[in-house]
């Protein structure tokens, strides 16, 4: 199953630091996404682009899980020659992760 069935995804920049939210469909999806995407399996997915640590923040609340990213964006946005600067691309690959089925 791909992270996208059950959640949806928006990113943040600052520098070369990207903020990625992962916000669960449905609630009670919450525990199976903060059971099965974690900083390491993030950092793994970006294992290609993340220099940096990637830390990871739980909204129970909200449902929504937020990652920070630092050394993701290529040098940041004013140093980077990437097409996706700002790194809102990030959200839709994140979201490309393969979860068990439950």
Same mark, same amino acid.
Request: charged fraction near 25%; proline fraction near 2%; charge should be negative.
């Given at each position: 199953?791909?992270?996208? @069935? /059950?959640? #949806?995804?928006? *990113?943040?920049?600052?520098? !070369?630091?990207?903020? /990625?939210?992962?916000?669960?469909? +449905?609630?009670? +999806?919450?525990?199976?996404?903060? !059971? #099965?995407?974690?900083?390491?399996?993030?950092?793994?997915?970006?294992?290609?682009? $993340? *220099?940096?640590?990637? *830390?990871?923040?739980?909204?129970?609340? /909200?449902?929504?899980?937020?990652?920070?990213?630092?050394?993701?964006?290529?040098?940041? $946005? *004013?140093?980077?020659?990437? /097409? +996706?600067? #700002?790194?809102?691309?990030?959200?839709? @690959?994140?979201?490309?992760?393969?979860?068990?089925?439950?």
């Amino acid at each position: 199953m791909k992270l996208r @069935a /059950i959640a #949806h995804s928006r *990113t943040g920049d600052k520098g !070369d630091t990207s903020n /990625i939210s992962v916000i669960a469909f +449905d609630e009670t +999806d919450y525990n199976f996404l903060r !059971d #099965h995407v974690t900083a390491e399996r993030v950092r793994q997915h970006f294992s290609g682009i $993340v *220099t940096g640590e990637v *830390t990871r923040y739980e909204l129970p609340s /909200i449902g929504a899980l937020n990652f920070v990213l630092t050394g993701a964006l290529g040098g940041g $946005v *004013t140093r980077s020659l990437a /097409i +996706d600067a #700002h790194g809102k691309g990030l959200s839709s @690959a994140l979201l490309d992760m393969d979860l068990p089925e439950r």
